[in-house]
């Protein structure tokens, strides 16, 4: 598996890839703020629960073809069309080199993934449906992580 994607050049991230090929990828899903007065034992702290995927993997920087490629490929695929004429291919080849200068590809091997997530799964069966309820009045990441709160709730009390 690998992931492609771009970064401008000279910033923080591209210094610190340049120094270290091992990378950590990010994806984060719905994500919320939990209450503690949502909770049957009101001496707790409040919390964010929330639902990610870890890609850890090995970061290689790509040639400008590489990155012409990238970029093609990429503005083919978000224009859903190679006649657009904001895909790449089709765009002045003058400005399109000029603009790669500014900005470098690569790809990641990836190496391992990982789903992270922290749902309310530590707290008593009371206080964890009365979250799912409180969640379900917000916003829709709060709805997303009450939904699989609730698919998971014969997991986490199977009795």
């Given amino acids: 598996l690998f992931l492609l994607a771009h970064v401008m050049r000279k910033q923080q991230h591209t210094k610190a890839f340049e120094a270290n090929e091992n ?21 707790v702290a409040s919390t964010w629960n929330y639902q990610a995927v870890h ?3 090995i970061l290689k920087f790509l040639e400008e073809q590489g990155l012409h490629n990238l970029l093609t490929r990429l503005t083919d695929h978000l224009e859903n ?8 291919r089709n765009m002045d080849e003058a ?13 990641i091997e990836v190496t391992s993934v990982e789903h992270v997530y ?10 964890y449906e009365k979250i799912i309820d409180h969640l379900n009045e917000q916003d829709a990441d709060a709805k997303a992580i009450a939904l699989e709160m ?7 009390f199977p009795g």
């Fill in 23 to 43: 990378v950590l990828a990010i994806f984060s899903g719905a994500h919320t703020y939990v209450s503690a007065s949502w909770y049957g034992n009101k001496q």
């Fill in 55 to 57: 890609a850890n993997g």
């Fill in 81 to 88: 069309s190679t006649h657009s004429p904001a895909s790449v």
């Fill in 95 to 107: 400005y399109v080199s000029n603009m790669m200068k500014a900005i470098v590809a690569f790809e």
């Fill in 118 to 127: 922290k749902k309310s799964q530590n707290r008593d069966e009371k206080s």
């Fill in 150 to 156: 609730q698919k998971r709730k014969q997991q986490t």
